[in-house]
């Protein structure tokens, strides 16, 4: 099962563009790499997935390099309604459980 | 409608008690899953089903009983838990099994406390 590995937390300010890393070592040749959002006392919320190279949506981009054994979710111009936990998930086993890590506490300050 | 609804939101019970929590979603999707989650923590995977059967058990114990109805309901039956089992319980679901490769749909969980 690929790990994933993330910082534990990040702080920024309004305005700014925030780049959060995920490296997934061991990920399968076809497994995607999929981003969730979570609030306090909510569900997770899907956020973006890709393969390889940049994907982007109306909410963040995603750049894959390569070798795909890390990826960076980039969120521009952050609000303060984007603080929240960040979880990477990357690959999957046999039994195709999607496990989350640990996760980004992203803290967006005034 | 793209919902995952899960009832109650919020639920206090005895250790003696019997309750169950119940998930709901109408998407088609084929694949649903049970997750604990305490405080600060990520997301614990416990069951998954597979059109209907269960095809994961995360050696959950036998306190947590899952039942899928039917392809747009899971529940979940709590029988003589511990305080330790108070957490938030996330229902998702997914168009398959195929969960990393496919966006799953999470409810907004319930608040499970245990006395």
């Known amino acids: 099962l690929a790990k994933t590995t993330q910082p534990i937390s990040m702080d920024s300010y309004e305005g700014q563009e925030v780049n959060i890393t995920c490296s997934h070592n061991?990920?399968?040749?076809?497994?995607?790499i999929t981003w969730y959002q979570q609030f306090p006392s909510q569900g997770p919320r899907f956020i973006i997935q890709?393969?390889?190279t940049k994907v982007t949506n109306e909410v963040a981009s995603l750049f894959i390099p390569a070798d795909r054994k890390s990826s960076t979710l980039s969120l521009p111009r952050v609000s303060l309604s984007d603080t929240a936990v960040y979880y990477c998930?990357?690959?999957?086993?046999?039994?195709?459980?999607?496990?989350f890590g640990s996760g980004t506490r992203l803290l967006v300050r005034p | 409608d793209t919902e995952v609804t899960q009832t109650p939101k919020h639920l206090v019970m005895g250790m003696t008690n019997k309750k169950s929590l119940k998930c709901e979603q109408h998407m088609g999707h084929r694949a649903m899953y049970w997750y604990k989650q305490k405080a600060k923590k990520p997301p614990e995977l416990m069951f998954v089903y597979s059109y209907e059967k269960l095809s994961i058990n995360e050696s959950v114990p036998s306190r947590f009983s899952p039942e899928c109805p039917n392809s747009s309901l899971l529940n979940l039956h709590l029988h003589a838990l511990q305080p330790e089992d108070s957490a938030l319980y996330l229902c998702?679901?997914?168009?398959?099994?195929?969960?990393?490769?496919?966006?799953?749909?999470f409810g907004q969980g319930t608040r499970l406390t245990v006395v």
């Open positions: 890709g393969y390889k």
């Open positions: 998702a679901s997914s168009q398959d099994n195929v969960a990393v490769n496919t966006e799953a749909f």
């Open positions: 998930l990357g690959g999957m086993d046999s039994s195709y459980k999607l496990i």
């Open positions: 061991n990920i399968a040749t076809n497994d995607y």
